[in-house]
Structure formats: C-alpha cells, structure tokens
C-alpha cells in the first residue's frame, strides 16, 4: 500500500506564505514524477507544479514566480513553498506521485487526500 498525506494547509493573510508537505510512505520502491493539484468551489482541479525525478519543474501561470517545488528523494517527500499568496489561491491542495511498488514493476499514480488552503484577511 502506497500512502500520501499532505500538511501544511490553513488560514494565511494576503501576501503571506505557506509552506506544503506531502510525504508518500508504504511498499514503496522508487517514485518517479511528483506534483500539487488545487480544487476551488466550481472550478476544476487544475495543476500547480509537477517536478520529475531529474529535479525537472513545470508550473501554472498564474503561480509562476510565486511558487516553488521540490522534493527530497530521502524523505520520500514534495514540498511546495507559496509565496505572495493571494484570495484565488484558496482551494484545497492535492498532491500526487508517481510510485512503482516493491510488488509491481509498473508505475502508477497515487494522490493524497487534500489539505485546505485559505488565504483571506
């Protein structure tokens, strides 16, 4: 079994920062890609930032310059440092990673349940 939990979410200013963690844990043999995803109330979750395993990164518009990813390998952990938050940035974030299994050889994907994000004054 192949768990991910995030932390870090909850009530920040405008222009504050947070800081998310997402730690994956079980039969874990490597893990490849890694990401953050965000749902608000009536939009579609969307992508954040993804980074691969060769510390590649890939982020949304509208957090880029804001945002960052990244992870340790060690600590089988994604971190996604906000800066310059603001009001839209409210939703829940979702993290998800790309695990092969010591059972299996093939990858898949799995997500954790969501830590809320919510940024108002």
């Known amino acids: 079994q192949v768990r991910l939990v995030e932390s870090g979410g909850g009530l920040v200013q405008p222009g504050g920062s947070l800081r998310l963690s997402c730690a994956a844990s079980?039969?874990?043999?490597?893990?490849?890609?890694m990401g953050w995803y965000r749902r608000a109330p009536g939009n579609e979750r969307e992508l954040v930032a993804a980074i691969t395993s060769g510390g590649s990164t890939n982020y949304a518009d509208s957090v880029k310059g804001r945002f960052t990813i990244s992870r340790d390998d060690a600590k089988k952990t994604v971190y996604l440092q906000m800066n310059s938050l603001n009001p839209e940035d409210t939703a829940v974030y979702l993290c998800n990673a790309d695990v092969k299994t010591v059972m299996y050889t093939t990858m898949r994907t799995y997500w954790g349940r969501g830590t809320q994000v919510t940024v108002s004054s």
């Open positions: 079980g039969s874990i043999f490597s893990i490849n890609g």
